[in-house]
Structures are given as structure tokens and as C-alpha cells.
């Protein structure tokens, strides 16, 4: 089993900034791409930004310039630096990762269970 936590959701304001932190634990062999998607009650989940094994980083149209994926591979941990952050932005955000367990076995995706992000104008 493996179990992605998350954490760093909170109530902001216009132009503040949060960092979102989500941690992977139980059977690990290795990480691959790991992602922020977020979703508004009643509508899709959507990407918001992902980062390969090796580093390579992909974002939505409205992440990008404001929003930074990291990752800390010691730590089995992705980051979102989410900057200037605007009301369009609240949301649950949710980690989510492809994580083999073992040297033979296929890496499957694993979801965290959400944190809210609320900012107001």
C-alpha cells in the first residue's frame, strides 16, 4: 500500500502565496511523475502541473508564470509554489503519483486526499 498525505491548503488573499507539500509512504521502489491536479465541487478535475522521474515539468495555461512543481526524492516529496495567487485559483488540490512498489511490478497512480485552497479577493 502506499498513501500520498498532503498538506499547506489554507485561506489566502489576492497575491498571497501558498506552498503545497505531499508526501508518498508505504511500499516505494521508485517515483515516477508526479502531479497537482485540482477540482471545484461539481466540475472535472483538472492538472495543474507535473513533474517527471528525471525533472522534466509540464503546466496548465494558468499555472504557468505563476506556479513551480519540485520535487525532493530523499523525501518522496512534490511541491507546488503557487504564487499571486487570484479567487479563480480556489479549489481542492490533490497530489497524485505513479509509484512502482517493486522491481517487477508496474507503477500504478495514487491519489492524496485533498487539500483545500479558499482565496478571497
Known amino acids: 500500500q502506499v498513501q500520498l498525505v498532503e498538506s499547506g491548503g489554507g485561506s489566502v488573499q489576492a497575491g498571497d502565496s501558498l506552498r503545497l507539500s505531499c508526501a508518498a509512504s508505504?511500499?516505494?521502489?521508485?517515483?515516477?511523475?508526479m502531479g497537482w491536479y485540482r477540482q471545484v465541487s461539481g466540475n472535472q478535475r483538472e492538472l495543474v502541473a507535473s513533474?517527471?522521474?528525471?525533472?522534466?515539468?509540464n503546466y496548465s495555461d494558468s499555472a504557468k508564470g505563476r506556479f513551480t512543481i519540485s520535487r525532493d526524492d530523499a523525501k518522496n516529496t512534490v511541491y507546488l509554489q503557487m504564487n499571486n495567487l487570484n479567487p479563480g485559483d480556489t479549489a481542492v488540490y490533490y497530489c497524485?503519483?505513479?509509484?512502482?512498489?517493486?522491481?517487477?511490478?508496474?507503477?500504478?497512480?495514487?491519489w492524496g486526499q485533498g487539500t483545500q485552497v479558499t482565496v478571497g479577493s
Open positions: 497524485n503519483a505513479y509509484v512502482q512498489s517493486a522491481s517487477l511490478s508496474v507503477p500504478d497512480p495514487y
Open positions: 508505504g511500499r516505494i521502489y521508485r517515483i515516477y511523475t
Open positions: 513533474i517527471t522521474e528525471r525533472g522534466g515539468t
